[in-house]
């Protein structure tokens, strides 16, 4: 079991930048599928990114493309997440999860958190208008 820890979050006005991370242990993440999720208050959780084993690709949610960039760094067992030009429908906790060996790249494309088998507790995100 990889435990994750994310760190970053803040408040940000409109337009600016946040760089979240996921700091893992317990075990090494370059075997693991990585994404990123967040949850708005009041809202579920939906998908925010995800990326390959070798970092070779990635798939974003239409919502954030063009705007994020997920990447990782295998060596310091970390992924992260690059938010630039920031809305305030951006607010929300932003969490960290491995994906669950097994699955197919093609698989993480649905952006389900069923497909995740660890997460962090979260990083707040608050971007004001």
């Known amino acids: 079991q990889v435990q994750l820890v994310e760190s970053g979050g803040g408040m940000v006005q409109a337009g600016g930048s946040l760089r979240l991370s996921c700091a893992a242990s317990?075990?090494?993440?370059?075997?693991?599928?990585m994404g990123w999720f967040r949850q708005a208050p009041g809202k579920e959780r939906e998908f925010v990114a995800v990326?390959?084993?070798?970092?070779?690709?990635?798939f974003y949610a239409d919502s954030v493309k063009g705007r994020f960039t997920i990447s990782r760094d295998n060596a310091k067992n970390t992924v992260y997440l690059q938010m630039n030009s920031l809305k305030p429908e951006d607010t929300g906790v932003y969490y960290c999860?491995?994906?669950?060996?097994?699955?197919?790249?093609?698989?993480?494309?649905?952006?389900?958190?069923?497909?995740?088998?660890?997460w962090g507790q979260g990083t707040p995100v608050t971007v004001s208008s």
């Open positions: 999860a491995s994906g669950i060996p097994g699955r197919t790249w093609l698989q993480y494309y649905r952006g389900q958190g069923a497909d995740f088998g660890s």
């Open positions: 317990g075990r090494t993440i370059k075997t693991y599928v």
């Open positions: 990326i390959r084993w070798g970092g070779d690709s990635t």
